[in-house]
């Protein structure tokens, strides 16, 4: 049972415009979600993450906007820039337990 | 740069040598993890140690053996591997409730 769904393997955007990567979870018990970015060859950076009782966080470029109702939260890079590209995993936690629970992830292109 | 180093980047090993995967964080973090990637997935999670005592095995076969000797060294020790075990392994550690830091791992390959 995949409880955080990232549906969009991938997704090509052109630099300067807005790219939005979303995602949706099954379990109501996350309280908790982040984003990490993974480029080749290197272990996952932590991006930006977002706590159950706000909506949005914004951090420069990125900003995470969750929507508890439709237990669905996306990630907006604006602009997107070439060293964007790069695999994107969302991820959920619950109860501050050690396990985070990822998505499939999503390969962004950003093309100049 | 990352803050958690990895040694070696790169291991090729056979079905029936033994070695190990060494990670080293000097953040004062008192969690640190063990995962394994392999491609086009997510990062899967093998153990987790907690002011270095073991809390989470997620099953993981015996073939692989987890260390902590310090707050600061974490070790993976490798038996017995099979190829399917060829994957990225990597070590992560962190604060409670707050994001995990990654190393960039070694890329295992079991010949």
């Known amino acids: 049972d995949q409880q955080v769904k990232q549906n969009s393997p991938s997704l090509s955007v052109q630099e300067g415009r807005i790219s939005i990567l979303n995602c949706d979870y099954t379990?109501?018990?996350?309280?908790?979600f982040l984003w990490y970015k993974k480029y080749p060859a290197e272990g996952p950076t932590f991006l930006i993450s977002i706590s159950s009782i706000k909506d949005k966080n914004e951090d420069g470029r990125f900003t995470v906007f969750l929507n508890k109702s439709a237990k669905h939260l996306s990630l907006h890079i604006v602009p997107s820039q070439p060293g964007d590209s790069a695999v994107y995993f969302c991820a959920g936690n619950a109860g501050n337990n050690r396990k985070l629970i990822w998505g499939l992830g999503t390969s962004l292109a950003v093309n100049p | 740069d990352t803050e958690v180093t990895q040694t070696p980047k790169h291991l090729v090993m056979g079905m029936t040598n033994k070695k190990s995967l060494k990670c080293e964080q000097h953040?004062?973090?008192?969690?640190m993890y063990w995962y394994k990637q392999k491609a086009k997935k997510p990062p899967e999670l093998m153990f987790v140690y907690s002011y270095e005592k073991l809390s989470i095995n997620e099953s993981v076969p015996s073939r692989f053996s987890p260390e902590c000797p310090n707050s600061s060294l974490l070790n993976l020790h490798l038996h017995a591997l099979q190829p399917e075990d060829s994957a990225l392994y990597l070590c992560?550690?962190?604060?409670?409730?707050?994001?995990?830091?990654f190393g960039n791992g070694t890329r295992l390959t079991v010949t």
């Open positions: 953040m004062g973090h008192r969690a």
């Open positions: 379990n109501s018990m996350f309280d908790y």
């Open positions: 992560a550690s962190s604060l409670r409730g707050s994001p995990l830091h």
